[in-house]
């Protein structure tokens, strides 16, 4: 018989339904690394400074090369060290501010002040150089790790799982681009969680009646009928609701009350696009690509799509606009990081945290997490088979 004062044994927590450690460590992160990332806009990459991003925990410097060219470079001067990204650009190469060694756009190191003047081979051919006894030239010197990068629709994008060639899918095409029926911009927002939180949040409808009341969504009391497709890397979810509206700015798209068309959808690993459309003629569609920095920490390239319904010049209209929805959408998306946050404390409160529980309105999120988590242990084999089921939840 036991003796009562034995304590029985505690058991095993339950493993994190996430590992936002994992997740966002380079050499731990399996797959998920093999995808395109954005780096940053096209505009905010100049020819006369270096950019400072972290991919994955990695820091990594962006500069332009002699034609324009995006390039990246692992953030750390091969000579003592220090971050490159604190230096300056010139003729397309990057110059290290502790003692000035010059890179190329291919992370050659192409020139190194204290080795005097002789050093280019610009006065010295390689005899003269070894005759003159100067030991090293700066191309012996070695050359920092390159990332692949891509630039396309305003977006510069990096690959930090070696050979793009080897990347699972081309770079995410932002919706509606170039197209001129359709207004473009982008925000760029730094978010205080990790991907798989930050994309399940950006799928999530329940939600939205209570961080965004007033702005988004009111609490309704109505039943949402949905179907949810996992299929190729890709979870769909088509909102069975046509008499659905959203508040805030939804009357200006939508004056005739039309019936909404209302899609989420996730690509793996790091992509969500949610599209409101009315008719033919009227839509908006909010994308977002999600760069991981650290276990908790992101920044994310929203790009907002819309057309109106009016009959003015459409990009007339649209640039009219632009002001107000952009205030608006920066409210909503001030809004979410502020929640991330809350989510954020609770998660890294001591031991128990992100071990999830959820009911069927969270059933998109266990999508989500299958595809991670299946690139997260390597991505090996056919991953998560497809489905699809019909859901529903009330708002
Ligand atoms: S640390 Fe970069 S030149 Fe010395
Ligand atoms: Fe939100």
């Given at each position: 018989?036991?003796?009562?004062?034995?304590?029985?044994?505690?058991?095993?927590?339950?493993?994190?339904?996430?590992?936002?450690?994992?997740?966002?460590?380079?050499?731990?992160?399996?797959?998920?690394?093999?995808?395109?990332?954005?780096?940053?806009?096209?505009?905010?990459?100049?020819?006369?400074?270096?950019?400072?991003?972290?991919?994955?925990?990695?820091?990594?410097?962006?500069?332009?090369?002699?034609?324009?060219?995006?390039?990246?470079?692992?953030?750390?001067?091969?000579?003592?060290?220090?971050?490159?990204?604190?230096?300056?650009?010139?003729?397309?190469?990057?110059?290290?501010?502790?003692?000035?060694?010059?890179?190329?756009?291919?992370?050659?190191?192409?020139?190194?002040?204290?080795?005097?003047?002789?050093?280019?081979?610009?006065?010295?051919?390689?005899?003269?150089?070894?005759?003159?006894?100067?030991?090293?030239?700066?191309?012996?010197?070695?050359?920092?790790?390159?990332?692949?990068?891509?630039?396309?629709?305003?977006?510069?994008?990096?690959?930090?799982?070696?050979?793009?060639?080897?990347?699972?899918?081309?770079?995410?095409?932002?919706?509606?681009?170039?197209?001129?029926?359709?207004?473009?911009?982008?925000?760029?927002?730094?978010f205080p969680n990790?991907?798989?939180?930050?994309?399940?949040n950006?799928?999530?409808?329940?939600?939205?009646?209570?961080v965004h009341?007033?702005?988004?969504?009111?609490?309704?009391?109505?039943?949402?009928?949905?179907?949810?497709?996992?299929?190729?890397?890709?979870?769909?979810?088509?909102?069975?609701?046509?008499?659905?509206?959203?508040?805030?700015?939804?009357?200006?798209?939508?004056?005739?009350?039309?019936?909404?068309?209302?899609?989420?959808?996730?690509?793996?690993?790091?992509?969500?696009?949610?599209?409101?459309?009315?008719?033919?003629?009227?839509?908006?569609?909010?994308?977002?690509?999600?760069?991981?920095?650290?276990?908790?920490?992101?920044?994310?390239?929203?790009?907002?799509?819309?057309?109106?319904?009016?009959?003015?010049?459409?990009?007339?209209?649209?640039?009219?606009?632009?002001?107000?929805?952009?205030?608006?959408?920066?409210q909503v998306i001030t809004q979410d990081v502020e929640i991330m946050k809350v989510q954020r404390e609770?998660?890294?409160?001591?031991?128990?945290?992100?071990?999830?529980?959820?009911?069927?309105?969270?059933?998109?999120?266990?999508?989500?997490?299958?595809?991670?988590?299946?690139?997260?242990?390597?991505?090996?084999?056919?991953?998560?088979?497809?489905?699809?089921?019909?859901?529903?939840?009330?708002?």
């Open positions: 018989m036991r003796n009562p004062r034995d304590v029985p044994p505690l058991a095993p927590a339950p493993a994190p339904t996430v590992d936002l450690d994992a997740e966002a460590d380079l050499t731990r992160c399996g797959a998920l690394k093999d995808y395109w990332y954005v780096a940053c806009l096209s505009t905010e990459l100049t020819s006369r400074a270096p950019l400072a991003r972290t991919f994955f925990g990695t820091n990594v410097v962006l500069f332009r090369d002699e034609h324009g060219r995006p390039v990246a470079l692992r953030d750390r001067c091969l000579h003592r060290n220090a971050r490159l990204s604190a230096g300056a650009v010139f003729d397309g190469r990057l110059g290290c501010p502790y003692h000035g060694w010059v890179y190329d756009g291919s992370g050659a190191v192409v020139e190194v002040p204290s080795l005097g003047p002789s050093q280019c081979g610009e006065s010295l051919d390689a005899r003269g150089h070894a005759r003159a006894g100067l030991q090293v030239r700066p191309c012996d010197l070695g050359r920092l790790q390159r990332f692949d990068t891509l630039e396309q629709d305003g977006l510069v994008f990096v690959f930090m799982g070696g050979d793009s060639q080897r990347a699972r899918r081309p770079a995410f095409r932002v919706p509606f681009w170039g197209q001129p029926e359709w207004s473009v911009y982008f925000m760029v927002t730094r990790g991907v798989t939180n930050l994309v399940e950006f799928m999530d409808v329940p939600h939205t009646v209570f009341e007033g702005w988004f969504r009111n609490t309704a009391r109505k039943r949402v009928p949905a179907t949810v497709k996992r299929s190729e890397g890709s979870v769909l979810v088509t909102y069975k609701q046509e008499q659905d509206t959203v508040s805030g700015l939804g009357r200006l798209f939508n004056p005739s009350g039309m019936p909404m068309v209302h899609t989420d959808h996730y690509v793996a690993p790091n992509i969500t696009r949610v599209d409101y459309l009315w008719g033919e003629r009227s839509g908006f569609v909010i994308n977002s690509q999600i760069t991981p920095i650290g276990p908790t920490d992101s920044l994310v390239y929203t790009a907002i799509s819309y057309r109106l319904p009016y009959d003015l010049p459409r990009s007339l209209v649209g640039h009219a606009l632009k002001p107000l929805v952009r205030w608006y959408t920066t609770g998660l890294l409160n001591g031991p128990g945290g992100g071990v999830f529980s959820g009911t069927e309105a969270d059933l998109l999120h266990s999508d989500i997490e299958a595809y991670r988590r299946w690139l997260l242990e390597g991505g090996h084999g056919p991953g998560p088979a497809d489905e699809e089921r019909d859901i529903a939840f009330w708002i």
